[in-house]
């Protein structure tokens, strides 16, 4: 997870109002559909809101409400409310629609929160809450990470973590031996070169803690 910048939704979703019309097949329609989309892939990129993979593939995304439509029916059509999520069933937006009733507000929106405030994730495919977190929001670290399942019991989500961090695990070599020779003025630029550079893969965030905590 990480944070996200929310510009400007779709006019299209204005012209639909909470008990006047319901989410189905046809409203939105699937032209407007993929105005959402355009506005969510803006926010996001080709990358689940919640976990970081790869969603650009046909059949392995949904738009997903933040706030569940049958607990929070007057956000079906509120753009503010929306992400684009995977579609695994054991983690992210599907898993969080099942996972029983919880406090709204007690997950991190990357929108609005900033992810790097609650989590480090580790190079071997964990995310732990920050240590250093007081008492509210270390439950929201905790309570985010097992309502959206993204912590280490979810083991084929680790395992893809971890799968993307290894190829860069030579770069946070190359950071240690820099230390020797180089100044922190040189390691950062070339840290933030780095960090640039992965920007735009799947679990980025597990990269760039990899690369910033190790440096």
Known sequence: MRKLVRGEGPHCLTRYRHGLNNWSLQSPTPQEREQVWECLRAMQDSRCAYCEADISKPGHSHIEHFRQRDRYPQGTFDWTNLFGSCCREDACGTFKDRCGAYEHDVLV???????????????????????????????????????????????????MRREAVRPHLNTVQTLVEMAEEYSQEDIQAFLEEEIQAIASLPFTTAIRHTLSIRH
């Not at 580790?122 to 439950?139: E, M």
């Open 109 to 159: 929106k990357p929108d609005v929160d900033n992810p790097d405030d609650y989590f480090i994730f580790v190079s071997d495919g964990t995310i732990v809450p920050r240590a250093n977190l007081d008492g509210r929001s270390g439950h929201r670290a905790v309570e985010t990470l097992r309502i959206l399942n993204l912590d280490a019991q979810n083991g084929a989500l680790r395992e």
